[in-house]
């Protein structure tokens, strides 16, 4: 089955600065990767996703990069600020069918 | 709209107890989605139903039982609750372009 590996865990920038995070994925038939946001007691909201067929996308200062060679995608944050803050999650779909699976999440603390 | 509503928002279980957690959905959504939460861990598919009368297994779907009720609902039953299903566990749906919209969790002690 499909395995979602997301990096880093934790992660701590100063507001203005860049934020990357990371995710690999096992199963290549994989065709759509979403990116969500969760901030404190609140539920994960989609921010941004990409289908295989594109290699970029971006929404202002959120951009999100795919390699379907090396099965890996990136979120992209720049300018970042303190309502940035959050924990981020990565996921991929399985083949043909609606399910997602989602990385351990990036704990994102945005310092003013 | 109220989106995707899930009960109870809390719950306190003994070991053995078992209990149901209520879904519904009001945007029309074929797809509904069982995922539970836990440090560290991330979100992992318990159960997925792509449409009326259908599940399928997720991640780790051991210890639970689904049932999509009609096109709005999908509960989330724990027959014999266990200490190891301590978790907040989210309701989604998914619209046709596959994005996900969850409920506002809930809350699941098992002493």
């Known amino acids: 089955g499909e395995n979602v590996e997301q990096h880093p865990s934790t992660l701590s920038v100063q507001e203005g600065d860049s934020a990357v995070i990371k995710c690999t994925y096992s199963d290549s038939a994989s065709n759509y990767f979403p990116w969500y946001k969760q901030e404190l007691g609140k539920r994960p909201q989609l921010i941004i996703d990409?289908?295989?067929?594109?290699g970029e996308k971006k929404d202002q200062r959120i951009a999100v990069t795919l390699n379907k060679t090396a099965k890996h995608f990136s979120l992209h944050i720049t300018e970042t600020q303190p309502e940035d803050s959050a924990v981020y999650f990565c996921a991929a779909s399985l083949y043909n069918t609606d399910k997602l699976i989602f990385g351990t999440g990036t704990r994102l603390q945005v310092f003013p | 709209n109220a989106g995707v509503t899930q009960t109870p928002k809390f719950q306190v279980l003994k070991t053995g107890q078992s209990m149901t957690l209520q879904c519904a959905q009001d945007m029309n959504h074929n797809s509904m989605y069982w995922y539970r939460q836990d440090p560290g861990m991330g979100l992992r598919l318990i159960y997925y139903s792509a449409s009326e009368g259908t599940t399928d297994k997720g991640e780790v779907p051991n210890g639970y039982n689904v049932s999509r009720l009609n096109k709005r609902e999908f509960s989330l039953r724990l027959e014999s609750a266990a200490p190891s299903q301590t978790s907040v566990y989210f309701c989604?749906?998914?619209?046709?372009?596959?994005?996900?919209?969850f409920g506002e969790g809930s809350r699941l002690t098992v002493l």
């Open positions: 990409i289908r295989s067929n594109v």
């Open positions: 989604a749906s998914s619209d046709p372009r596959g994005e996900l919209f």
